[in-house]
């Protein structure tokens, strides 16, 4: 019998609109961006390790460079947008460009969503928020997320060299969350075969890439493909819903204030694991993205023994009387998931993390 080679369920594609441009220096590309947009006073945003790429692009904007804010911070909290808010009304800027990670990309997003101006982004980490029409805000520390076209930054600017400094340990963890969002997107409720192919070309890249990163992070071709392998990632964040894995990475790191990057790779062996029985055909194909015969999951956590990620969520620096309180709020309000929770399940998920252990069967 014939079998359709991509999916046999009726599916929805919607693409989102983002020009892309890739490559090695491509932050020249900055000024043409600007003109393109009709952006005649742009506001830099970057984070403290970019200055000098703050001060070059300054330069290469000449009468276009209104200024500059470097005090973006994790989970975008309100008071850092209100500081830079005010700077946007006092040197009446019309357009952004961000240098950074995902707390920059996640500052730029909340002036756009306040805004409507324009955004360039080019990112230097692996987080994938560029892709997103997704922000998550945190105010008096509660953390909430919303999803509006207002904060898809128009422009993309994918410079593999402003990747080449960023530490091997965040390196391997940041490249770790954006596997994280591909291997979510290959078995989410709005699961397509446009995304899932992108998804499984992201784990591709990745898994190679991020060993050789981590042995040299200078290895160009290597950050190259990285690049390439988290803005596929960010397309599946940005386009199909994320489950277990995401929602305990969210709990994990509201309650506990933990990393964002380093949660995400600790976690994601284990709900991985704790998924596998619901989803046979997403593990063969991870498997052959992994280039490994079985054991999607161990394969994972044996990219994470290579990177050197911290030894369990305990390094960390989460309770260990965190564990229940963890369970208990990612059962409250769940996100949609391909097996169901089990409050056992999720206590062994989440002690295996904790401890570094090597992920296995959940009940
Ligand atoms: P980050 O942006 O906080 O960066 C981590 C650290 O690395 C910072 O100290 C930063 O200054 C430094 N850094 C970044 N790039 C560097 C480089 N090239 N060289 C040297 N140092 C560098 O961390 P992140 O993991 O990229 O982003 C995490 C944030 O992004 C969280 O707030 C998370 O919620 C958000 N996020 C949002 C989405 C979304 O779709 N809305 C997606 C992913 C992540």
Known sequence: MYETSFSQAPFVYEALPTRVVFGSGMRSAVPEEVS????????????????AVHQELQRALGERYAGAFDGA?????????????????????DGIVAIGGGSTTGLAKAIALRTDLPQIVLPSTYAGSEMTPILGETR??????????????????????????????????????????????LYAREANPVISALALQSVRALARALPAISADPGNRPARTDALYGAWLAGICLGSVGMALHHKLCHTLGGSFDLPHASTHALVLPHALAYNAPA????????????????????????INRAIGAPAGLAALGMPQDGIARAVELALANPYWNPRALTSDGLTQLICDAFHGNEPRAYG
């Open 140 to 185: 008096g520390g509660l953390k909430t997320t919303q999803r509006s076209l207002k904060v898809l930054p128009e422009v993309v600017i994918y410079d593999v060299d402003l990747t080449l400094d960023l530490p091997a340990d965040l390196s391997g963890t940041s490249g770790m969350n954006a596997i994280a969002h591909a291997v979510e997107a």
């Open 279 to 302: 989803v046979p055909q997403v593990m063969a194909q991870l498997c052959d993205a992994l280039g490994v015969e079985r054991d999607a999951p161990a394969a994972l956590q044996a």
């Open 73 to 93: 911070r994790m989970h975008t909290p309100v008071d850092v947008t209100e500081a830079a808010m005010k700077q946007v009304a006092e040197l009446s800027i």
């Open 36 to 51: 393109r947009l009709g952006i005649s006073r742009a506001l830099i945003l970057h984070g403290r390790s970019h200055d």
